[in-house]
């Protein structure tokens, strides 16, 4: 079972102004797949806030994976991914690109996402939007490939691709 902490990138919610759905998508969304929520948090759209709020569940809380709502889009209080980018390792593009592509099929307001992933030590970090609606639907997407990727993350699978057969 992988750990997970959820990060919500809200001013209105960090101030108790906004009831935090997307948060309760999440939730129920991970444990449905198994997955064990270690982690929540809701953080004003401040960089320096979000960041450290990331390196914390990662450094301390030692979660395997943290899922970001909110922050995403053009609004100059939308610091998610720079708040993201900051401190990762590596980045996982794919998994932003593929939440892209699957939400373009449902609206071309999709391309206007910035959302990004990437690795942290032990932990994937992926930035989902704010909306509940969207949040299901990219977890919906991205949920099976993100159990392999962390898989190999945490050393419990070595490749992507199906073993060959030993040649004798």
Do not use: W
């Not at 102004?17 to 198994?34: F, L, Y």
């Not at 806030?49 to 970001?68: G, H, P, W």
């Not at 209080?77 to 980018?85: G, I, K, W």
């Amino acid at each position: 079972m992988y750990s997970v902490g959820i990060i919500t990138a809200s001013d209105k919610g960090s101030r108790g102004e906004r009831v935090d759905k997307s948060a309760e998508v999440i939730r129920e969304m991970v444990e449905a797949a198994g997955y064990n929520v270690m982690a929540y948090e809701i953080v004003p759209d401040e960089q320096d806030q979000l960041a450290a709020c990331m390196k914390r569940f990662s450094d301390e809380v030692k979660v395997n994976l943290i899922l970001t709502t909110g922050g995403t889009g053009f609004s100059r209080r939308d610091v998610t991914p720079e708040a993201t980018l900051s401190i990762i390792d590596r980045e996982a593009q794919g998994i932003a690109e593929a939440m892209r592509y699957n939400s373009l099929s449902i609206t071309p307001k999709a391309m206007l996402s910035r959302a990004v992933a990437g690795i942290r030590g032990n932990t994937l970090i992926i930035n989902l939007p704010g909306s509940p609606k969207a949040v299901k639907e990219n977890l919906d997407y991205i949920l099976g490939p993100i159990k392999h990727g962390l898989e190999i993350l945490m050393g419990d699978a070595t490749e992507c691709a199906e073993p060959m057969a030993e040649q004798k």
